[in-house]
């Protein structure tokens, strides 16, 4: 049997990290968690919030030296990894649902950190984010749910979404077609390995047509399910063939409602709520950028020069913070890489990691 590496792993982890499973649960009924890597007690917490359809998986690949294992040797001795509601590690995105950003910034984020401080106490927490995860725990930052952290590093986006036109295109039809033409409350891009002739496996079969620059039908589903290219969400040549051919296992299945937010804040230009009727997120704010001048936070903004998912997000969302915030917030964009890469490449320990651990390390002075 061909070896490949298993999912949910932990061997990408240091020998000598303590690693420990830290479930809590939100107010709206889901249970999440949070995973501990620990090798001393330090005075600077790092918790890291992957992205849609990914896990805290992305953080520990065993295959190249992973971003825990960087900040582990750089001094940061306790690393936390967060998976809520949109982690491929749960079932929730592979259900039926209606949920939104506004329910993961209302609910999974403020409680995450209030697991979190049970167990570090008043230590100064560093927040580094990836694509979702960046934008809702910023909605959290923006209304003031989450108020007690020294610095943060968001990849790809954050408030000010930004999208090439055929994925503006595929996010303003997309759910609708999905849903109630082709019958999809989700798409996954193991969808390629189901029966044959299975609605699936046909719709896998179908782009598979459109993307001839590799023979992994995963990848072909993600260019499909985000952003607008071959492939849509990283560079090719910045994977380990390792990593390309187990993305499935790295980006899971999707609920398409999520698609319906991302849209709403496309066309907005900022981070919006999704529906101001609903009862439950009425505390929320409408414009979570309005609220972005309130926020202390200094941020790192990432983006790849290659980022056909969310396009120049973070360098609009930098110009707009830095005309109003100045000299608080930095940019940096990443040559030849993509949106999912910085984290996921196999060269991503030399090209892009130290530039976030500088980032925390001048905030941990």
């Known amino acids: ?27 709206d009924g889901l249970g999440l968690s949070l995973t501990r890597f620990r090798r001393a007690d330090c005075d600077d917490i790092v918790l890291l919030l ?73 230590r ?26 020294a610095s943060m590093v968001c990849n790809s986006v954050a408030l000010t979404p930004r999208v090439p036109l055929w994925a503006k295109y595929k996010l303003a039809y ?27 496996w046909a719709l896998s079969r179908f782009m598979s047509l459109f993307h001839r ?29 390792a990593t390309h051919q187990r993305i499935a296992d790295i980006c899971g299945g999707v609920g398409v409602h999520y698609y319906r937010h991302v849209h709403k804040m496309v066309e907005a230009g900022r981070a919006v709520k999704y529906n101001r009727k609903e009862p439950r997120h009425a505390d929320l704010p409408d414009d979570y950028l309005a609220g972005a001048t309130e926020v202390q936070t200094p ?14 997000s973070n360098v609009i969302c930098h110009r707009w913070l830095s005309e109003r915030m100045p000299g608080l917030h930095e940019l940096q964009i990443l040559p030849g890489y993509g949106h999912m890469d910085p984290f996921l490449g196999k060269n991503a320990h030399a090209d892009v990691f130290p530039t976030i651990i500088d980032f925390l390390k001048r905030k941990a002075a």
């Open 124 to 149: 100064r927490v560093h927040v580094v984010a990836h694509c979702l995860g960046s934008v809702t725990y910023m909605m959290s930052l923006c209304a003031g749910l989450v108020d007690d952290v």
């Open 174 to 200: 997309g759910p609708a077609m999905a849903e109630y033409v082709l019958g999809f409350s989700f798409l996954d891009p193991r969808f390629g390995d189901a029966p044959v002739l299975t609605r699936g």
């Open 213 to 241: 620059e590799c023979d992994v039908r995963a990848c072909h589903m993600l260019s499909f399910m985000w952003g607008a290219g071959r492939p849509a969400l990283y560079e090719h040549g910045n994977l380990d063939d």
């Open 1 to 27: 049997m061909e070896h490949r590496i298993p999912r949910f792993t932990w061997a990408g982890v240091p020998d000598d990290a303590e690693v420990s499973t830290h479930p809590f649960s939100t107010e």
């Open 50 to 122: 992957h992205g849609l359809t990914m896990a805290s998986d992305m953080f520990i690949m065993p295959e190249h030296r992973n971003l825990v294992t960087c900040l582990l040797d750089e001094g940061f001795t306790d690393v936390w990894a967060l998976d809520f509601r949109m982690s491929n590690r749960f079932p929730y995105d592979l259900e039926t649902h209606r949920f939104t950003l506004d329910d993961c910034a209302l609910f999974d984020h403020p409680a995450a950190m209030a697991e979190l401080r049970k167990h570090v106490g008043d």
């Open 299 to 312: 941020l790192l903004l990432l983006t790849g020069d290659r980022n056909k998912a969310f396009a120049d």
